[in-house]
């Protein structure tokens, strides 16, 4: 059987293929089979006696989505592409790999003494496809971390650590054959014992491992596959370079058939080339750099929230992202969820002072929410110049206009220094901590600033920058909210004649993310000898430190500056458009399935080039977004917002500022569990598959208890939407009734002032009462529970169930029946939901029944501050409430 007659989007069992293939046969007589139970992963080895060569079998017959190209890069024709040992065809001109391909490795079983080694492989040819030579040995290891989470490395050195040790392997769902005589490796997952259910192979590619190259190739079987912080990467290419688009993960999360769920990362930080086949699942991971191990982390779980969980704790592990402290940082993170006024350097005229009285007055007149201002990127770009009298007075009183009205000043931090006349410049020089070309520092260029690189993965730079950051403290007389415009080394310089002559392979879209927009890949430093190997290492340092001096969540890209590089336009990032806003709301939602928040968005873009219908769509999609900045421009009565639009837009952020509690909560349950801010309906209904959901961004869930529909589109007013599950949903504003729906879905309107909001059956939804006119910093904390019932008959035996996080990881959790609405967990949250930060104690004021006969309110006045029970149960009658007349 070839890969040919797969069916789609499947394969056969490995073992049907093991023994139908021309390959086993050949082998067949001369297998060993040896079972490797102790180590707690199933290594099951399929031994043969050191035959090594190109006359095993291979076959060309491969279907094009299965075809894995052999010669990346460059033209070839048939003798070319046979000499390197590959298949040709001249239908399609194209030079791809056989099966299995002879590009690959093999295991050396003499090396081995005791079932605790590495694997030590030897590659098949001499020379990669592309002509550069070999690793000579490759040491392969496995690792189960637990029963659920599997780790496979690939090593040039051998490792030092045994293998772990494991108790109970009867438990482990995930076991691992590596296949013979062509190196490879199957992960199968385990289900009831015996059910052993074909998981991912590397066995359709090749395997390639140069100085400065590697590719690997995993299959995905019976999967509807996401990742890459996209909801949709069938056939597509991804270039990872993590510039400009800010820090990108190579990891992936799927859904199976049966709702169970899988995900995966690569633990590599170089340059990478990532193209996922179209329609074949089929991954090709290309990395332009080796470091000492490549690694591949596999998850398993039986629901798709338990996997993400697995995923967001191994990440963290990694330093990979980092979960939020609410215990310590409450205030702050509460404060950042508010919408920021940052406006950007290049578009500011006149003077500070006058310019922040406007958008003060403004935003007064129009009763816009808002929180705080990020004067200093307007002052001075980056923190570490020492200010001069008359500087230290603007700021001061900025301050003090911004703190009169109730709002926050925020710092502005980047990993650059100024290169002009700059003390701590040369300072930081003679101690040899700043990145070097050629032996001298190397000075780039930052919106049209001259700037330097501090190497920031040396700890005495952090002491420096401490200083620095508590002698601005001292003039903010600020917290430490911190804003990141870029945790990546930005550089604006065309770096056109960087050496790329050093690797094997550099794909024209790498070639130009690693010229611009971010610093030579060549630069040096005492740390690093050549920059380029240690990739992220910077980046992840200036993290950690601002991690550990400010708040956590100022790394968190606040200031994402929504560019895309537009593939035909090699110049001019593609900052404007429809395509933009689906752009960021694609990586919101593709975000959450890899552990990550939504990156923070700048409303409406940064430069003045915005229709209102536009601008006003993407005030619509702010509502769910943790972090929101804004230029005062695209401020509601700003100078580029017609009064028509700006109305929509106040709308949006009252509504926006009305539900940060729930976004909290939400948060809380990121924090704790990894669940998704953002996440595509799937996530939530792993069996509902349905085709119009997978690539889709119009329809997505917020939190768990949300169903949002955003319009993407110019010129459209209504949204098809699939509602899923047998029980009614309801508007969240009207309370309006949405029935699940067939395959067809269901139309709902949006117009222009807009977005669709639903509650899930038998959830409760935490919201404050006129929080409208207010930023989040003086909102009245007066609590009104949403409530959509899930009930047995019709109006009868309804249940509800929601909760409200107040820091710290624990819930207030709340029950509401026919008859009786229970809080429970008092006594936890009691101490963080009085707090003076609060502003006012936190009171649930009412209880809202969502219902077209039910829709009625009930008055509850429930002061959590002074609550001394654990347990408070209220009796709910109906009669007493006040009945809502639907709108
Ligand atoms: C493996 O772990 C178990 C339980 O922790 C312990 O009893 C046993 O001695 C360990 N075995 C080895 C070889 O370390
Ligand atoms: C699975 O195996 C365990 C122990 O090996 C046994 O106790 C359990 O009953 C088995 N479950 C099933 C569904 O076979
Ligand atoms: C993939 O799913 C199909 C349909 O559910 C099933 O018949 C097939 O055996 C599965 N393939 C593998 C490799 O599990
Ligand atoms: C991938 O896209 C192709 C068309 O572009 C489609 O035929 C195929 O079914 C898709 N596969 C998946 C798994 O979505
Ligand atoms: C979070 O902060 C609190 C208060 O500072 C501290 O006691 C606790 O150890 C911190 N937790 C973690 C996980 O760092
Ligand atoms: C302070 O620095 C500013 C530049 O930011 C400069 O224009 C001004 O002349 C300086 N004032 C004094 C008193 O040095
Ligand atoms: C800032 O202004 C306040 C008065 O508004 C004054 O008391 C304080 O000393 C000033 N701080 C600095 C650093 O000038
Ligand atoms: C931006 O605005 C200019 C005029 O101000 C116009 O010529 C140009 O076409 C606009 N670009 C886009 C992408 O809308
Ligand atoms: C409603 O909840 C209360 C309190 O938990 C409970 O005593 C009562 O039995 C519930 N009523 C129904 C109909 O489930």
């Not at 279907?63 to 990346?72: E, F, G, N, R, T």
């Not at 110019?714 to 949903?729: A, D, E, Y």
């Not at 101490?831 to 609060?838: F, G, M």
Request: hydrophobic share 40%.
């Amino acid at each position: 059987m070839s890969i040919n007659n797969l069916p789609k989007d499947n394969t056969v069992k490995l073992k049907d293929r093991i023994l139908l293939s021309p390959v086993t046969k050949y082998v067949l007589s001369s297998l060993i089979i040896g079972i490797v139970l102790a180590t707690g992963v199933y290594v099951v080895i399929l031994l043969v006696s050191n035959k090594i060569d190109d006359r095993w079998p291979a076959s060309c017959d491969i279907k094009p989505s299965y075809q894995v190209k052999c010669l990346a890069g460059q033209k070839s024709d048939y003798k070319a592409c046979s000499e390197i040992g590959c298949c040709w065809s001249d239908k399609t001109s194209s030079c791809f790999h056989s099966l299995p391909s002879k590009h690959g490795y093999y295991y050396d079983p003499i090396s081995r003494t005791n079932t605790q080694d590495d694997l030590l492989l030897h590659p098949r040819r001499e020379f990669s496809p592309m002509g550069k030579k070999n690793l000579e040995s490759l040491y392969f290891h496995t690792t189960a971390i637990n029963s659920h989470y599997l780790q496979i490395n690939l090593r040039s050195k051998r490792s030092q650590t045994a293998l772990q040790n494991m108790s109970n392997t009867d438990l482990y769902e995930l076991s691992v054959q590596v296949n013979s005589p062509a190196f490879s490796i199957t992960i199968f997952r385990h289900r009831f014992n015996s059910t052993k259910i074909e998981l991912l192979t590397t066995s359709l590619g090749p395997l390639i491992v140069t100085d400065n190259y590697w590719e690997w190739t995993i299959h995905l079987i019976n999967i509807t596959l996401y990742g890459l912080e996209s909801t949709f990467i069938n056939g597509t290419t991804h270039w990872l370079y993590n510039n400009v688009q800010s820090s990108k993960v190579p990891a992936f999360f799927g859904i199976t058939l049966e709702g169970e769920a899988f995900a995966c990362y690569v633990l590599y930080s170089g340059p990478m080339k990532i193209q996922v086949m179209d329609g074949s699942n089929l991954i090709i991971f290309k990395g332009m750099s080796l470091p000492d191990e490549i690694s591949l982390r596999v998850f398993v779980s039986s629901t798709p929230q338990q996997t993400v969980e697995a995923l967001f704790n191994s990440m963290n592990d990694d330093g990979l992202i980092t979960k939020m402290n609410t215990t310590e940082n409450l205030p702050i993170i509460i404060a950042s969820l508010g919408l920021h006024v940052c406006p950007e350097r290049k578009y500011i005229e006149g003077s500070i002072i006058p310019s922040i009285k406007t958008m003060i007055e403004s935003t007064k007149k129009e009763q816009v929410p808002w929180d705080s201002h990020c004067i200093y990127r307007q002052f001075y770009p980056t923190l570490d110049t020492i200010l001069n009298k008359s500087e230290i007075e603007i700021l001061n009183e900025s301050r003090r206009i911004i703190e009169e009205s109730g709002k926050y000043i925020v710092p502005h931090l980047t990993p650059m220094i100024l290169a002009k006349n700059n003390v701590l410049l040369s300072k930081l020089d003679n101690a040899s901590l700043i990145l070097k070309k050629s032996l001298v520092p190397y000075i780039g260029s930052w919106d049209e600033i001259k700037v330097g690189y501090p190497e920031w993965s040396d700890n005495r730079i952090h002491t420096e920058f401490e200083n620095n950051i508590s002698y601005y403290s001292d003039i903010f007389g600020t917290s430490k909210l911190i804003f990141i415009r870029d945790a990546w080394p930005r550089d604006d310089s065309n770096n056109n004649s960087l050496d790329f002559t050093r690797f094997d392979y550099m794909p024209q879209e790498l070639r130009r993310l690693m010229s611009k927009g971010t610093i030579p890949f060549e630069l040096t430093s005492m740390a690093v000898m050549s920059h380029y190997t240690e990739h992220n290492a910077f980046a992840k340092a200036f993290h950690a430190f601002v991690q550990q001096n400010a708040n956590p969540l100022a790394v968190k890209d606040v200031l994402f500056d929504n560019i895309i590089y537009d593939d035909n336009d090699k110049d001019l990032p593609n900052i404007f458009g429809w395509s933009t806003l689906r752009e960021t709301i694609n990586r919101a939602i593709g975000s959450g399935l890899v552990g990550k928040l939504p990156p923070a968005i700048y409303i409406c873009g940064i430069l003045p080039n915005m229709t209102n219908d536009l601008c006003t769509r993407w005030y619509g999609a702010a509502v769910v977004f943790p972090y929101i900045v804004a230029i005062p421009e695209y401020l509601p009565g700003g100078a580029w917002m017609v009064p028509g639009s700006s109305k929509y837009a106040i709308k949006f952020l009252k509504l926006r500022a009305s539900l940060i509690i729930y976004q909290f909560t939400v948060m809380e349950e990121y924090n704790n569990l990894g669940q998704p801010v953002l996440s595509p309906t799937h996530f939530h209904y792993p069996l509902y598959q349905h085709n119009s959901l997978i690539n889709n961004v119009d329809q997505f869930f917020w939190g768990s208890s949300l169903l949002v529909g955003i319009v993407t589109l110019p010129n459209v007013k209504q949204l098809n939407m699939h509602i899923p599950g047998n029980l009614s949903w309801r508007h969240l504003e009207g309370g309006v009734e949405v029935r699940p729906t067939s395959a067809k879905g269901i139309s709902v309107s949006a117009t222009e002032g807009e977005i669709i909001i639903l509650v899930r059956p038998g959830h409760i939804i935490p919201m404050y009462e006129n929080a409208y006119g207010t930023s989040e910093k003086v909102v009245k904390r007066r609590i009104e529970l949403l409530v959509n019932f899930a009930c047995q008959q019709k109006n009868m035996n309804c249940l509800a169930k929601g909760k409200i996080g107040f820091g710290g990881g624990t819930f207030l959790e709340i029950i509401v029946n026919d008859t009786f609405v229970t809080l429970t967990n008092i006594l936890d949250i009691k101490s963080r939901a009085s707090l003076s930060l609060w502003h006012q104690s936190n009171l649930i004021s009412s209880l809202t029944v969502l219902g077209d006969k039910l829709h009625y309110r009930i008055a509850l006045d429930l002061d959590l501050c002074i609550i001394n029970n654990d347990v408070i149960e209220k009796k709910l009658d109906p009669a007493l409430g006040m009945k809502i007349v639907n709108y």
